[in-house]
């Protein structure tokens, strides 16, 4: 049985952190999408919620009514409107043209096109969709920076047009509305959050992307079988390994539909405690020096992101929903 620890501590001591630099825990929209960036939902939303959170952001309804009794505020980030919005939830409206397709009186938060080009509306057609969405309850209304975590002019320039959208949006409506644009690496490039502000914390939680923060997740694998490797001997598919003197090793049950990266056997792709994986990964399976029953694969993603050339994100999102998860 591979095996999922998430640090509770740990966790806490990062949303801790970021609820002080945010300016109190009420002030966090927790991004929760993708299975909470591959931790796992279940586990951690208790957690978040018994700190103070009361506001989180998903990708879809099947995400949100995983949470609806947890959170009082749950944002949907990524639904493609069908007429039968739940009361419940809110929706971002990413597609101006997208109005008629909502159900009246859905709670949206509308998103900005502030230089992103991804989704939302522009700020020429502001007051035009303002008054399309009279339909709709408007209850928010944010921005997703296309480059928070790079120092160039990007950030400064989305932000003055959002701080653009806030004032016209200010002085055309009476509504008392939420704003957010901040991300994980926004705030923490940022002295302060605007005052007039929510920010949307996604990575940060989970200990990437910030210096003194702490992992929360680490993943075990679990022996299934060992042997003497001998000299000259080779492992696994296509022999990627040949062992130069005997060695015991062992194969342990995590492969790459568990979402990991498939190793293909070159270079040194290394465990957490610096002994390499030996020949390519199996589907369900790797091998390697036997390391006793209980291995740690990973404690810290950063190595393995490194290796395929990839970001954090997409190593931890990967980890297969079914790999069971405890808190410790
Ligand atoms: C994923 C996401 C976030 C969180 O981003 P992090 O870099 O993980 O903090 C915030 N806003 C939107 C719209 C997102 O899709």
């Given amino acids: 049985m591979s095996l999922i620890k998430l640090d509770k501590k740990s966790y806490e001591y990062n949303l801790n952190q970021i609820a002080t630099k945010a300016g109190g825990f009420e002030r966090l929209i927790c991004v929760f999408k993708d299975n909470a960036y591959g931790h796992g939902t279940k586990l951690l939303a208790p957690i978040t919620k018994a700190l103070g959170v009361n506001f989180i952001a998903v990708r879809n309804e099947q995400e949100a009514f995983e949470l609806e009794n947890i959170f009082e505020n749950i944002l949907i980030l990524s639904h493609r409107p069908n007429g039968k919005e739940n009361p419940k939830f809110i929706y971002a409206l990413n597609e101006p043209l997208s109005i008629?397709?909502?159900?009246?009186?859905?709670?949206?938060?509308?998103?900005?096109?502030?230089?992103?080009?991804?989704?939302?509306?522009?700020?020429?057609?502001?007051?035009?969709?303002?008054?399309?969405?009279?339909?709709?309850?408007?209850?928010?209304?944010?921005?997703?920076?296309?480059?928070?975590d790079e120092m160039d002019a990007s950030f400064f320039i989305q932000k003055q047009n959002f701080q653009k959208a806030k004032d016209l949006i200010k002085k055309s409506t009476d509504l008392k509305l939420i704003f957010h644009s901040y991300n994980s690496s926004a705030l923490f490039r940022a002295t302060k959050l605007p005052d007039d502000e929510l920010c949307r914390v996604g990575l940060v939680q989970f200990g990437y992307g910030q210096e003194n923060?702490?992992?929360?997740?680490?993943?075990?694998?679990?022996?299934?079988?060992?042997?003497?490797?001998?000299?000259?001997?080779?492992?696994?598919?296509?022999?990627?390994?040949?062992?130069?003197?005997?060695?015991?090793?062992?194969?342990?049950?995590?492969?790459?539909?568990?979402?990991?990266?498939?190793?293909?056997?070159?270079?040194?792709?290394?465990?957490?405690?610096?002994?390499?994986?030996?020949?390519?990964?199996?589907m369900d399976s790797f091998s390697c020096e036997d390391l006793g029953d209980e291995i740690c694969v990973f404690n810290d993603v950063q190595l393995w992101a490194k290796f395929f050339n990839t970001i954090e994100y997409e190593i931890l999102v990967k980890l297969h929903p079914n790999i069971p998860r405890i808190v410790v």
Avoid: W
């Fill in 213 to 282: 923060l702490k992992k929360v997740l680490s993943l075990y694998a679990h022996k299934i079988s060992s042997r003497i490797l001998k000299s000259s001997q080779s492992i696994g598919y296509g022999g990627a390994y040949t062992a130069k003197e005997d060695l015991k090793v062992a194969t342990y049950d995590l492969g790459y539909a568990d979402g990991l990266f498939r190793f293909n056997g070159k270079g040194e792709l290394k465990l957490a405690n610096g002994k390499p994986i030996l020949g390519k990964m199996s």
């Fill in 100 to 148: 008629d397709q909502f159900k009246k009186h859905t709670r949206i938060h509308l998103k900005i096109d502030t230089n992103m080009h991804r989704n939302g509306v522009c700020l020429e057609n502001l007051q035009q969709v303002l008054k399309n969405a009279s339909k709709l309850r408007l209850e928010g209304v944010f921005t997703h920076f296309s480059g928070a």
